[in-house]
């Protein structure tokens, strides 16, 4: 069982930028693949970016891609998802996942809410 507890959520201006956190309480956070996700009110939840398992490779979603970066500190049991150039469609709450699978994630934390202001 992983614990998974966000943070770094606020309201910021269009062009802005927030970095959000997610802590793992786990002694084998390099087993697990990381990733985010994010739910815009009425919406589907959606991928954001993931960190492979198998291979650490990043991949993120179109809509995010070269504005968005994922990264994790093995050392510290914490995942980033640093978020730059914001517009008002990133507005969501952004949950962090973590998985023991390729593309697949099991644990999921509270989420953290993201509201960017035109």
């Known amino acids: 069982q992983v614990q998974l507890v966000e943070s770094g959520g606020g309201l910021v201006q269009a062009g802005g930028s927030l970095r959000l956190s997610c802590v793992a309480s786990t002694r084998f956070f390099t087993d697990y693949g990381m990733a985010w996700f994010r739910q815009a009110p009425g919406k589907e939840r959606e991928f954001v970016a993931e960190i492979v398992r198998s291979d650490g490779r990043e991949r993120y979603a179109d809509s995010v891609k070269g504005r968005f970066t994922i990264s994790r500190d093995n050392a510290k049991t914490t995942v980033y998802l640093q978020m730059n150039s914001l517009k008002p469609e990133d507005t969501a709450v952004y949950y962090c996942?973590?998985?023991?699978?390729?593309?697949?994630?099991?644990?999921w934390g509270q989420g953290t809410q993201v509201a960017v202001n035109s």
């Open positions: 996942a973590a998985g023991l699978k390729d593309y697949t994630y099991n644990y």
